[in-house]
């Protein structure tokens, strides 16, 4: 089941979206303001955010826009009252998917959230960050256009840290997600082959693209 956070101010139409979202099967997470919805995104796998702009304290579309500076890439439906065509390319500028005016027509909404679901559920066959290209098809990795020889496990590791860029990833989460099937799941494991991961594509250290946090984890960048 996809989870949908909502970000409105007003409970009557905060009710209403996770009424309408709900029906249709989602999971819905409720807020009224902005404070609980980065520990959400560090929480919870969260599908999709529906955001109002019009916030106390907060415009919407500058809460995304940093957020999309610090790495977070979660889908991004803006349902506000600012109607303009300022307004709209505006809130694309700042990281919108789609945007949708009030008032809103509830099947108009479910039919716009499940069209940004199924674009984005299409993950992209190659992956570019920097001088990195990964091809997800052919699973050659090249830096600089020079293809750099990787273990299967490597590559999983690399994928990870190129899907999650500038975040901070534990090695429990690491473990998780990259060794989900092996049964050699030790904290260890991580660094080792993180270690020689970046012997592979930064040999020299002077790209430093995986920095390590005492304690923390991991953070590709």
Sequence with gaps: MKTIVAVEDEPDILELIEYTLSSSGFDVIGLLNTSKL????????????????NLPGCEGSIFIKELRKEGYNTPVIYLSAKDSSDDVLEGFERGADDYITKPFNPKELIARV??????VDKKPQIIKYKDIVFDRDSGIVTIQAKEIKLSKLE?????EFLTNTNILLSRETLLENVWSDNFDKQLKTVNV?????KEKIDPSGEKEYIKSVRGEGYIFC
Excluded: G
Excluded at 114 to 119: C, S, Y
Excluded at 155 to 159: D, E, F, P, V
């Design 114 to 119: 499940k069209a940004v679901l199924k674009r």
């Design 193 to 197: 082959a993180i270690k020689r991961l």
């Design 155 to 159: 590559k999983r590791l690399l994928y």
């Design 38 to 53: 980065k520990d959400l995104l560090d929480e919870e796998d969260i599908s999709l955010i529906l955001m109002d702009r």
